[in-house]
Structures are given as structure tokens and as C-alpha cells.
């Protein structure tokens, strides 16, 4: 098939598709954007081989030849990068897009691999005449893949670590584990404003915040097939009742959690947070999933919800909690 395929035309169209994906009528196209888009391809493309991540250090060094060049070295400024939460669902759109041009190249990933780098190198390229160096969008490149990857890689790793350890060993309900992964993301979340890197760069607001990473954990539910509504916050507790965290719960689960971020080496308790949200929304699409699901989803949601805002009150409310 591929050899039938004009590689030229099929590059164009995949490159037309992204720039659409980042433009707004009033601003135009986002570079970023566009550069996180991009990785999150990648990131769908290495998930196709049974090693993602030797395939995204194959890739990395095939882009390098390519482009003739290293990425930029040295520390990446403060505002290089988005917020975990905006990579997290800038590469989840590049995904999704990458899976409608696959459905034409499933016998031919190879090829399809080959086509993305190619595409890639003239892209970057490109800019360079624009003004923007390529050694620096090679950079924005690779350090959006590599956060793409950890945060899918966390999702998957953490439920299969409440699932096997927590559910087979501990006796532990799948609402358990929703309520955990809940719980931690909300301490991840609140610690995160107390470190100063996450205040200073990203903003005071309690409620955004939170917000934000409660987002994470609905649009991932949303995307393994959770029914998307307005039920996710019903029943929670008003504001005038005392702050119930699962705080057990918590501290069974998070020492597990931060020794699979030093293993992969996620030390920023904001990028702790999220993959712990995403893990959670994935873990609610299992425990409330197919015809006769063990939790209702009007009943997972709420657990969910409820666990992290009341941890993350927990927290924020008295910051001498942290060291529980």
C-alpha cells in the first residue's frame, strides 16, 4: 500500500491537519502548538512498536541525523514549556490525530515511522527560515515527547500497580483505587504550590488549579469511554461540612506512587500530580466500563472528585498535613 501512496500529498495533508489543529481565527497558528502536537504523533507512533521507549530514542537520533544537528543544550527558561496539564492535552489531540492517519498504514508502521521524520525535518527546517532555530525547536520537540511519554507510561504503570498489588494483595476495591490516585493527585497538587516553582510560574488561583488537574483526570475517563456529563460533582460534600480526606488510603498508596517517579525520574510534584490524575480518570473508566460495570459511573465519578478536592483542601488548608 505504501508503495501506492504519494508520500509528498500524504505529508502535506498530515502537516495541513496539524496547523489547523493549533490556529485560532483571532491569533493564528501557535507555534507551541503546533510543536506539541507533533509530539504527541510520536509519542502514538512509538506505542505501535513493543519497545516505545528504545523507539523513542531511535527516533530522537534519527531526527538528529536528519536535521544534521543536536537539540539545544543547557537548562530549558522558565516559560519554554507549558503547564504539565496543557502538554498533557495538546499531545493527547496529536494522538487522537495520529490515530485517524494510521487507520491507512496499518500493515506499513515502518514506512509510516519514516514518513513522520521526514515530514518532521522539513518542518523544522522551515521555521529556521522563519527565525527560529532549529537546534531549539528540535529541543521544544523532544522535551514535550519525553513528557507525553512519562505521563502515558504513569497512567499505565500506577493502575497496574493498585490493580495487582493493591486489588490481588491488599483486598482493596476498585472505588479503593479510584479514591486513591484521586487522594495523591490532589496532595501532589497541593504540595506543588507550596514548592514555589508551580506558584511562581503558573499562578495563585487554589480553584484553577485544581481545575486544571481535575481536567486531566475527567477528559482521560472521557477518552476510555466514561460517559461524558455534569454529574461529576454530584453528591460532594457541601462547603460547610469538615474536610474528609482518604487519608489512609493515601498514605498506603503514595510512597508507591513517588518510588515509580524516581524510577522515572519525574521529580516536579505538579507532573507527580497529573500523571496521578490521568492514572485516576483511567481507573474509573475500568471500574465503571463495559455492560455490567463493577461502579456505576454516576457513582465513580463523585469518588473521584470528591477524593481529590477534599485532599487537596486537606493540604492547602494546613500545610503541616504535608509530612503525613
Known amino acids: ?59 530522537f537520533r534519527k531526527l538528529a541525523a536528519l536535521l544534521n544537528c543536536d537539540p539545544a543544550p543547557g537548562p530549558l527558561a522558565p516559560y519554554a514549556l507549558p503547564p504539565s496539564h496543557i502538554i498533557d492535552q495538546e499531545t493527547e489531540r496529536g494522538r487522537m490525530a495520529a490515530r485517524l492517519f494510521f487507520e491507512d498504514w496499518m500493515d506499513c508502521h515502518h514506512e509510516f515511522n519514516d514518513l513522520l521524520h521526514m515530514l518532521y525535518q522539513h ?7 522563519m527565525g527560529f532555530a532549529r537546534e531549539e525547536s528540535f529541543r521544544l520537540l523532544i522535551e514535550c515527547t519525553k513528557r507525553a511519554m512519562a505521563f502515558e507510561i ?14 490481588q494483595r491488599h483486598g482493596w476495591t476498585l472505588g479503593d483505587c479510584i479514591a486513591a490516585l484521586s487522594g495523591v493527585a490532589g496532595r501532589r497538587l497541593a504540595i506543588s504550590m507550596n514548592s514555589g516553582t508551580f506558584t511562581y510560574f503558573y499562578g ?12 486531566v483526570m475527567t477528559q482521560e475517563a472521557v477518552r476510555h469511554g466514561v460517559p461524558a456529563g455534569s454529574n461529576w460533582r454530584f453528591g460532594l460534600p457541601a462547603n460547610d461540612r469538615p474536610v474528609n480526606a482518604p ?7 503514595e510512597p508507591r506512587c513517588l518510588r ?5 525520574q519525574m521529580t516536579y510534584p505538579y507532573d507527580q500530580a497529573v500523571s496521578c490524575a490521568k492514572a485516576a480518570g483511567r481507573m474509573i473508566a475500568v471500574a465503571s466500563g463495559g455492560e455490567l460495570p463493577e461502579i ?12 481529590m478536592t477534599e485532599t487537596y483542601k486537606h493540604v492547602c488548608l494546613d500545610f503541616d498535613m504535608v509530612s503525613y
Not at 123 to 128: A, D, K, R
Not at 154 to 167: F, G, P, S, T, Y
Not at 204 to 215: K, S
Not at 260 to 264: A, K, L, Y
Request: net charge negative.
Open 1 to 59: 500500500m505504501f508503495a501506492l501512496t504519494n508520500k509528498p500529498d500524504m505529508g502535506a495533508r498530515f502537516y495541513s491537519a496539524l496547523i489547523q489543529l493549533a490556529s485560532d481565527h483571532e491569533r493564528g497558528v501557535d507555534g507551541m502548538k503546533v510543536i506539541q502536537l507533533m509530539a504527541g504523533v510520536l509519542v502514538e507512533n512509538y506505542f505501535v512498536f513493543d519497545e516505545a521507549d528504545q523507539a523513542m530514542t531511535a527516533s
Open 123 to 129: 518542518i523544522l527546517i522551515g521555521w529556521e527560515d
Open 154 to 167: 504513569a497512567a499505565q504503570e500506577l493502575c497496574d500497580v493498585v490493580i495487582e498489588r493493591m486489588v
Open 204 to 215: 495563585p488561583d487554589l480553584p484553577e488549579n485544581l481545575e486544571q488537574t481535575i481536567h
Open 247 to 253: 487519608v489512609a488510603l493515601i498514605r498506603e498508596m
Open 260 to 264: 515509580f517517579f524516581r524510577s522515572i
Open 296 to 307: 456505576e459511573p454516576a457513582i465513580a465519578k463523585p469518588i473521584a472528585m470528591s477524593a
